[in-house]
């Protein structure tokens, strides 16, 4: 089993920064991937960015140039950098760990990015 926690959420103005964290423990794999999704009130859950074992990143274009996933390694925290916010960047964020064919998600922090 893997536990993950998400922390570093909150409240900020446009054009602000925030820094996320996601901690994993358990039995967490050198190959995995490790992904940022975020859920906004009534929309679906989305992909922000994610990064591989091998330090492989990909980010929906809507961050693109604006938020940085990173991790020294894959059993290490991993971090989103999240700058430039917009309104449009405020719902939940959920970190997902994939490793050996299954998921496994965080709580969940919340992030609201004011006009």
């Known amino acids: 089993q893997v536990q993950l926690v998400e922390s570093g959420g909150g409240l900020v103005q446009a054009g602000g920064s925030l820094r996320l964290s996601c901690a994993a423990s358990?039995?967490?794999?050198?190959?995995?991937?490790m992904g940022w999704y975020r859920q906004a009130p009534g929309k679906q859950r989305e992909l922000v960015a994610s990064?591989?074992?091998?330090?492989?990143?990909n980010y929906a274009d809507s961050v693109k140039g604006r938020f940085t996933i990173s991790r020294d390694s894959a059993k290490n925290p991993a971090y989103l950098q999240m700058n430039s916010l917009k309104p449009e960047d405020t719902g939940v964020y959920y970190c997902?760990?994939?490793?050996?064919?299954?998921?496994?998600w965080g709580q969940g922090t919340q992030v609201t990015v004011s006009s």
């Open positions: 358990g039995s967490v794999s050198s190959i995995n991937t």
């Open positions: 997902k760990l994939t490793q050996r064919g299954f998921d496994y």
């Open positions: 990064i591989t074992f091998s330090g492989s990143t």
